[in-house]
């Protein structure tokens, strides 16, 4: 079974910047669409970017022009780099194929805090 392994979140100030990373245990970034998710505090996960295998991308309203996905050469990992942070994009976050495949188990996820 695919393990997915996310890191690079933290406390960051309003106006900062943050690149999460999401290892995963076989090259399924190159080889599926894929995407960043993400869970606010009693709130249910929501959909934050899309990348496809023709690295085309797809982002939310609420991070387009601040967030970009991209993944690594051999497609084992895959990126999300935040700019612009603001406080609402406190989360939890995740990082699965486009639609989620019911064979690949989700991360734990990595939290990303922005707060003065």
């Known amino acids: 079974q695919v393990q997915l392994v996310e890191s690079g979140g933290g406390l960051v100030q309003p106006g900062g910047s943050l690149r999460l990373s999401c290892e995963a245990s076989s090259r399924i970034f190159r080889l599926n669409t894929v995407g960043w998710y993400r869970q606010a505090p009693g709130k249910e996960r929501e959909w934050v970017a899309t990348?496809?295998?023709?690295?085309?991308?797809d982002y939310a309203d609420s991070v387009k022009g601040r967030f970009t996905i991209s993944r690594d050469t051999f497609g084992n990992t895959l990126y999300l780099q935040m700019n612009s942070l603001k406080p609402e994009d406190t989360a939890v976050y995740y990082c699965?194929?486009?639609?989620?495949?019911?064979?690949?188990?989700w991360g734990q996820g990595t939290q990303v805090t922005v707060s003065s």
């Open positions: 990348l496809r295998t023709g690295s085309t991308t």
């Open positions: 699965n194929t486009n639609p989620p495949r019911p064979d690949i188990s």
